[in-house]
């Protein structure tokens, strides 16, 4: 099956830097590969998806690129905020599936 | 519009109690998933039902047993607590490929403490 890997496990970043966590995924087949946030004590939400037929994905100050051939994908998050500051997953479906496989997880941190 | 409604948010379990996790979703989706959430390890996906009247193992199905009741409803079943199973469990729904965005949404959460 599929395989995420993650990192960094955390990641802490002054208020207005630029943070980058990056994901590597195992199965070519994969196509589809949302990032999710969850703050302390909430669900999961979606913040950003990528399907394999693009390269980059930008929203406000959030944004993916995916690089297919490497089977890596990574989220920036530029000009930090304090609200910023939770556990990001990512995770990749394989292709006539829906079902997800997250990567471990990144807690970041954002310092005032 | 609830969205993907599960209950209890928090249970406490004596070893061998048995229990279920109820979860329903009001958006019409085809595919329902049970994950659990542990610190370090992420989200790992014990059951998953693609639609209605099938159901699969994921990652880490042994002591679970699932329901998939109807579209709406997917339950989650210990039927012999033990303490390794002391988690946050996440019930999440979603489309299937082709028949809309495969965004899934998750439950509130479920807090789940075997003593």
């Known amino acids: 099956g599929e395989n995420v890997e993650q990192h960094p496990s955390t990641l802490s970043v002054q208020e207005g830097d630029s943070a980058v966590i990056k994901c590597t995924y195992s199965?070519?087949?994969?196509?589809?590969f949302p990032w999710y946030k969850q703050e302390l004590g909430k669900r999961p939400q979606l913040i950003i998806d990528?399907?394999?037929?693009?390269g980059e994905k930008k929203d406000q100050r959030i944004a993916v690129t995916l690089n297919k051939t490497a089977k890596h994908f990574s989220l920036h998050i530029t000009e930090t905020q304090p609200e910023d500051s939770a556990v990001y997953f990512c995770?990749?479906?394989?292709?006539?599936?829906?079902?997800?496989?997250f990567g471990k997880g990144t807690m970041l941190l954002v310092s005032p | 519009n609830a969205g993907v409604t599960q209950t209890p948010k928090f249970q406490v379990l004596k070893t061998g109690q048995s229990m279920t996790l109820q979860c329903a979703q009001d958006?019409?989706?085809?595919?329902m998933y049970w994950y659990r959430q542990d610190p370090g390890m992420g989200l790992r996906l014990i059951y998953y039902s693609a639609s209605e009247g099938t159901t699969d193992k994921g990652e880490v199905p042994n002591g679970y047993n699932v329901s998939r009741l109807n579209k709406r409803e997917f339950s989650l079943r210990l039927e012999s607590a033990a303490p390794s199973q002391t988690s946050v469990y996440f019930c999440a729904s979603s489309a299937l490929p082709g028949q809309g965005k495969l965004e899934a949404f998750f439950g509130q959460g479920t807090r789940l403490t075997v003593v």
């Open positions: 958006m019409n989706h085809n595919s």
């Open positions: 199965d070519s087949a994969s196509n589809y």
């Open positions: 995770a990749a479906v394989l292709s006539g599936y829906s079902t997800l496989t």
């Open positions: 990528i399907r394999s037929n693009v």
